[in-house]
């Protein structure tokens, strides 16, 4: 089951211009994240590395630059990553919307296959690959349970 948008942290977005875009190249794609403050880095590539806290939860959406375009899209597939841990890779919640959790500490990188069908045209297919820098995890204090704040 997929964790729900409403309960993310960390957002990360690929941007894909469809006139730009070829099978297999990523000519025409950008990530971004809404973490550059707290140190992602490569920001507009398709390198991005997200800094996050261990616990995040995160949302990637799939957008075009056009708005007018009729194409469509898609994310396939997430590879598997050290930094998912247990909760395994994210879980679809739209066609181009998938969230997940990091569990791990640690540089990890993982990849991410989308699906772009442009009406009358073949559809094309193009992987990312991004990474995580996670350090330890967030305050306990914001995990703790009730009862604990209480005593």
């Given amino acids: 089951m997929s964790i729900p948008i409403s309960s993310a942290s960390v957002f990360?977005?690929?941007w894909v211009d469809v006139n730009a875009l070829h099978?297999?190249?990523t000519a025409g794609v950008y990530?971004?994240?809404n973490n550059v403050n707290g140190g992602s880095t490569n920001e507009g590539t398709t390198t991005l590395q997200t800094e996050l806290s261990q616990g995040s939860n995160v949302c990637w959406s799939l957008l075009n630059i056009d708005p007018n375009s009729k194409a469509i899209?898609?994310?396939a597939s997430f590879s598997n990553s050290s930094a998912f841990g247990a909760s395994g890779t994210p879980q679809q919640v739209t066609p181009t919307q998938w969230t997940g959790q990091v569990q791990a500490a640690g540089q990890a990188g993982y990849s991410i296959t989308f699906n772009v069908q442009i009406p009358g045209a073949s559809g094309i297919t193009t992987t990312v690959s991004p990474s995580f820098n996670v350090t330890g995890a967030a305050s306990t204090?914001?995990?703790a349970p009730l009862h604990?704040?209480?005593s």
Avoid: C, E, P, Y
């Fill in 148 to 150: 604990a704040a209480a």
């Fill in 73 to 75: 899209l898609s994310i």
């Fill in 31 to 33: 990530l971004v994240d």
């Fill in 141 to 143: 204090a914001s995990r």
């Fill in 12 to 14: 990360i977005q690929i």
């Fill in 23 to 25: 099978n297999g190249s």
